[in-house]
């Protein structure tokens, strides 16, 4: 778990603003997923990425919502002009090729 | 999306009791995922299934794949305060795919 690297761990954003999470997998992983968790809810897919592609995002919002994983570099989520109901945990995982683990997660708060 | 069924939603049991909890799909996974989540932090992985009707123990806990390939029971035993956090199944299609997570099974220890 500790191999997946989150950063921030807690992110406060105004309505409007941008929000950019990054996450790191751990070494010798090209498999990256977000998911999304809301208060007292389990986590939800968002988007699978392996370097400079988007694999599947069929858990991602039309709008909004942007995930690149580069060829150097982490993968980052990008939610734009955010609102109140981005507020959530947002986690990246990673995997070799089956077993996949999670980093600690990213918090965001919209005020 | 699909989810999963997992139940209970919570559980308050007295230290050194067992615990069992269950998830059930309305479609087949080839592998089962079990995690526990403590608070502020991500999922940690407890046991991988990768065949229908295996069996799989780590320490006091035991997990079985169920053999229709649409369930799966997690068992703690002899339960202890630090057991205490949200238990989530999860079921994969096949590698390199998303996770489809139940809604948690909240677990609360008495002293």
């Known amino acids: 778990n500790a191999g997946v690297m989150q950063n921030p761990r807690h992110l406060v954003r105004r309505r409007g603003q941008e929000a950019r999470l990054r996450c790191s997998p751990m070494k010798g992983h090209s498999h990256v997923y977000w998911y999304r968790q809301l208060p007292e809810e389990g986590l939800k897919f968002m988007v699978y990425l392996q370097k400079e592609n988007i694999i599947d995002e069929s858990g991602m919002p039309k709008e909004r919502f942007s995930a690149e994983f580069p060829k150097e570099g982490p993968s980052i989520l990008r939610i734009q002009q955010v609102v109140r109901g981005d507020s959530a945990a947002y986690f990246c995982?990673?995997?070799?090729?089956?077993?996949?683990?999670f980093g600690e997660g990213s918090w965001l708060t919209v005020v | 999306g699909q989810q999963l069924n997992q139940s209970p939603q919570s559980m308050f049991i007295q230290e050194g009791e067992d615990v069992s909890m269950n998830c059930t799909s309305s479609?087949?996974?080839?592998?089962w995922l079990w995690y526990k989540q403590e608070p502020g932090e991500g999922p940690v992985l407890l046991i991988a299934?990768?065949?229908?009707?295996e069996l799989t123990s780590n320490g006091r806990l035991t997990a079985q794949f169920g053999i229709t390939r649409k369930d799966s029971f997690l068992n703690i035993s002899a339960s202890i305060p630090s057991d205490v956090g949200i238990y989530f199944c999860a079921g994969q299609w096949k590698g390199n795919t998303p996770l489809v997570f139940g809604k948690g099974t909240r677990l609360s220890v008495i002293a």
């Open positions: 995982a990673s995997s070799p090729t089956d077993t996949i683990y």
């Open positions: 299934l990768y065949k229908a009707g």
């Open positions: 479609s087949i996974f080839n592998t």
